[in-house]
């Protein structure tokens, strides 16, 4: 098999999503750090048709986006399995691993950007293990412009995160029950568990959020998608926007 390397960026829910993707399959890779932003940049000068992580180059071929990377993994390595052979399972995975794509995944990546735009210090946490090519500390302390255009990127409003705040009970509720009718959860994981649980183990970073998501079934099956994933963000949110969040049983 050629040799892969997979271009992402420090914190990339998506892109521990496909990174544990490529382990479960025993796909060797070398993981490439870019900085947000100039990555698009980067990610162009490669060859790569769009400008987004995660973004996977195996011999020739370049895939980009954790649902189409999921895809051509399956192609080149279909064992272990990410999607189910039953057809009406495998409509039901990839109905879930849509909406994980879709909806809960931007929202996780609009919280930090949030946070992010109120205090950087959270920002080293979450590049453990990061080799950027700059002393991470460097990096957070000249990060403010990076930091403002990916906000603005990602729709990381006042108004966005509030709603997105208020949804995540909701969602939550969504991924338990799909974990109950054994879409997720399984005693292998999916292509949907890993797109889904990446964006909750995401969510867990934060202390306004961690203490409504623990002990769910989304809580294990996140700590199973994605047992390592670094940060800390200390409270942030006006406890208004938390306010239906935390009625929660």
């Known amino acids: 098999m050629a040799d892969a390397k997979l271009y992402v960026i420090p914190g990339s829910h998506p892109a521990l999503t496909v990174r544990r993707m490529l382990e479960l399959k025993g796909i060797p890779y070398k993981r490439i750090d870019l900085v947000p932003v100039v990555s698009k940049g980067v990610l162009r000068a490669l060859g790569f048709p ?4 995660p973004a996977l180059k195996i011999g020739e071929d370049r895939v980009q986006g954790s649902r189409e990377i999921a895809r051509e993994l399956e192609r080149i390595q279909p064992d272990p399995r990410l999607f189910p052979d039953d057809p009406e399972q495998l409509v039901a995975v990839e109905d879930a691993e849509r909406w994980g794509d879709q909806v809960l995944q931007p929202k996780a ?24 090519g700059v002393p991470v500390g460097l990096a957070v302390k000249t990060a403010a412009p990076i930091v403002a255009l990916s906000a603005k990127f990602n729709g990381a409003t006042d108004e966005a995160v509030r709603s997105d705040l208020a949804s995540l009970p909701a969602d939550l509720d969504r991924i338990d029950s799909w974990i109950a009718d054994g879409v997720l959860g399984g005693e292998r994981l999916n292509a949907a568990d890993l797109q889904i649980g990446t964006s909750v183990r995401l969510l867990t970073t934060f202390d306004d959020l961690r203490p409504q998501i623990e002990g769910r079934p989304a809580a294990e099956l996140a700590m199973r998608a994605a047992p390592d994933f670094p940060g800390h963000t200390p409270p942030v949110f006006p406890p208004e926007w938390l306010a239906g969040f935390n009625s929660q049983p």
């Open 50 to 53: 769009g400008v987004t992580v």
């Open 109 to 132: 990546r609009r919280l930090p950007w949030w946070a992010l735009k109120r205090d950087r210090a959270p920002m080293a946490s979450y590049s453990e293990g990061a080799k950027l």
